[in-house]
């Protein structure tokens, strides 16, 4: 219609679950796909296709970050979809830099869904909302024949304010910055594996839900200028997370595999399963690459900070290997850590 | 968690297709669940659940709306999903005064999609949002198996910036105002009807879908403090919005049927099915109440702008009966038009 070109380079035959998992596959399908189809570098708002975009309008700094949770289990220990999808959209605008403000929410729902697990979910979104001071402030509701969808998805959108003084770039981040974590990784996604009942195991294990936009308050509140990039480490885990950041970079991002913590219910779920905790999604901690000189106090900060008290500082950023993220091992090795590949947990959120 | 108050004033015991219908079984949802529950009076931007919200932040003023895509089949005469979805999304913020700036979308996929598929329908959404000139800036992909969705669903969201000088309230309405709608109704229900290929019927008609807010701006220029309200009778068609509106301020909205404007096409299916044309959906019309004094101009305005050549006066507002739609007939008779209940053609859009 408009000659716009479009260079479609994704050329796999069809959509597989891997796709939607957050890791390479994911990846190829955004870069190859939906940013050369939809992205318009002249547009009035130009930015590129990520988790939540920035809008500046009428003097106003703001973004924008919209997410679907497809969660099986709706619920599960710790949580459920309905809090998911207001947490998941808060954490997105917060590892941004923005303090939520209003979110609007879409409802797909299967006809003969019973009433009350609609109710339960709705009134964990309201719950949710109301403990992060955000507000829902519109919705749409779809239902299609019963077995079109699995009982119901939530979509959220969310609208947030940018902190003052806090400015966000993977292109910012140097040698010597520092990489935290908020606390242990891991625990969602195996609560949900646990949660399906699939596996012989069981674990005092709850999924790590929540806001996180308190720990980022806090961090930014004494180390606002160091903080270099942020992100929450959800489908794909850590290692997607932070290969995206060595990608956009272009620098290393070396962890020390011992300071990263893994609770130990995680650690044996993914010693039998064959899986690295570094996949796993999260859906309430977040990382930070904060400047060496104010990393010290972040992490002061982040600890001391109510849920904060599990964070650490696992590692820091070096100029080799290029675009690459390495594990030293306890025992001295290393290892390369790798996007995750294929989807062994899906619809985890 | 909280102890807000919920009262959920909801009682079927299940979710039916009748729900995300857009008449009286959605409303009920909406105000009985989704209100009690969700809406805080009390938050940062206090508003109605609706279709665009306001929003007030550090002096933009903003509107915020949502929307999920579900229609079936996913490419019909005139349109396909992805359209839609662009143009469903623009809509809901001309019709509310505000002029579009970006849009994110979320992706639900089924597994084993065909590529080519999605590839129309994001090229669709590509081209919709380019011939607006709003910006696709974000948004996110699940997968899930196959059959646990039908095909694709999406959900786009956008803001817009309120127009100056337009104020839209329906509590701004009164007796003596007109009634305008852009086009002919009902074409795009009846084109999804009939593209299922379930009726042994067929007719040169194509969805309306398309952006109004070319007409919606050629009004604002000529009427702006004369529009009094507006909205784009998707769901539950002429009928159900003028009703709502209707309950809204109190008053009675008086059509007069014979100034509808229906293509024969749409008449002749309505009739042999038993369907009331302002029951049927529209995807690029939209209703306006305006001013007495500014009608005329209004008028004028939309027909004379490309793709309003079809505009009309179809109605007035009178005191009473009160928070009613009548329709005065050819024959001289009337009747109450009341709003769609049940849902008579699903997963229209």
Redesign the interface.
């Known amino acids: ?2 000659g ?1 070109p ?1 260079k ?1 380079r ?1 050329r ?10 957050g890791g390479k596959a ?1 990846r190829r ?2 870069e190859g ?2 940013v050369p ?4 570098p002249a ?5 590129r ?5 920035r ?1 500046l ?6 973004a ?7 969660v099986t289990p709706l619920r599960f220990p710790g949580g459920s979809i309905g809090e998911l999808a207001v947490n998941g959209t808060v954490n997105d605008l917060a590892v941004s830099g923005a303090t939520p ?2 979110i ?12 009350p697990e ?2 339960a979910e ?2 964990a ?3 949710a ?3 992060t ?13 019963h ?4 009982r119901m ?1 939530i ?1 959220t ?1 969310g ?1 947030g ?1 940018r902190m003052p003084g806090v400015t966000l770039s993977s292109s910012s981040v140097r040698p010597g910055d520092k990489v935290l974590v908020s606390g242990p990784v891991g625990d969602h996604g195996i609560t949900i594996l646990l949660a399906r009942g699939e596996l012989d195991l069981e674990a005092e294990l709850r999924s790590d839900t929540r806001s996180v936009l308190p720990l980022v308050q806090a961090v930014s509140a004494v180390a606002a200028p160091g903080i270099r990039w942020m992100r929450d480490p959800t489908r794909g885990g850590v290692a997607t997370s932070l290969n995206e950041l060595a990608l956009e970079c272009g620098l290393a991002v070396h962890l020390e595999e011992e300071a990263v913590p893994v609770r130990n219910e995680v650690r044996g779920a993914c010693e039998l399963l064959g899986l690295d905790p570094l996949h796993i999604a999260n859906e309430g901690q977040f990382l930070a690459v904060i400047a060496p000189e104010h990393a010290a106090a972040a992490l002061d900060a982040l600890r001391a900070a109510p849920g904060g008290a599990g964070a650490a500082l696992i590692g820091e950023i070096r100029e080799q290997p290029a675009a690459a993220v390495l594990a030293t091992t306890r025992y001295g090795g290393s290892r390369i850590v790798d996007m995750l590949v294929g989807d062994p947990l ?2 985890i959120c």
């Open positions: 219609m408009d716009a479009a479609v994704f796999e035959p069809q959509i597989e679950m891997a796709h939607g998992a994911s399908l955004v796909l939906f189809l939809l992205y318009d547009g009035p708002a130009a930015d296709l990520g988790d939540a975009a809008l309008i009428d003097g106003a700094d703001l924008l970050t919209t997410d679907s949770f497809v403000i209003a609007v929410a879409s409802f797909l729902l299967e006809a003969g869904l019973p009433t609609l109710e709705v009134r979104m309201g719950e909302a109301r403990r001071g955000v507000a829902i402030v519109g919705g749409d509701t779809k239902v299609v024949e077995g079109k969808t699995d998805y979509t959108t609208i304010r899906p619809r």
